[in-house]
């Protein structure tokens, strides 16, 4: 297998394992022990980690090693602030020509936050809305466990934007944005490994 190629199935086995939260919040990652288990000397593995740092999937604290971020409440909230503010961004103005469509159902909030964001002519929008995405890929997967009534919620989102009523689509961004900051302390507590899923 070239360096390439390694370097890209090590690169995305990591991220694999934060999005899915097998490697948790806080959790040092030593390149010697993920190289073994997936395989690879230990280049190709610091290298996938600098790449993850610089996408903020992972820290280097003080350059004392790698590790998962910890999620405080103050950032966790900072994380769905910033998530509120690029999808209001993303509805002003008019749609891009080659603006998607909504997908189709079950959607969840990566997949509607995505497609709200391809809708606006400036393609950094979608970029950021897709590494935030990444960045809270961990903190979605909880999210079916602490609020009721998700799928209704997803199905109003998707169904105010496929009909192009921004109005609509506005109230029930601010209604999700609502319940999710309302449960922040629990999904801590989850991710942290201090609450059980």
Known sequence: MSPGATFERVYLALKASI???ELRPGEQLDPRALG???ASSITPVRDALHRLVGERLVEAP???GFRVPLL?????????GWNQELLALALRGPPAPSARSAPSEPAGMAELALAIAQRHPNPEIAFAVAQLNGRMAAVRAQEPALVSGIDAEMRQIRDSFEAGDAAALRRALA??????????????????????A
């Open 19 to 21: 999005f899915s939260g």
């Open 72 to 80: 405080s409440e103050a950032s966790l909230r900072h994380l769905y």
């Open 62 to 64: 003080r350059n004392d």
């Open 175 to 196: 209604t999700s944005h609502r319940r999710r900051l309302r449960i922040v302390p629990q999904l801590v507590e989850v991710l942290a490994g201090t609450q059980p």
């Open 36 to 38: 073994e288990d997936l």
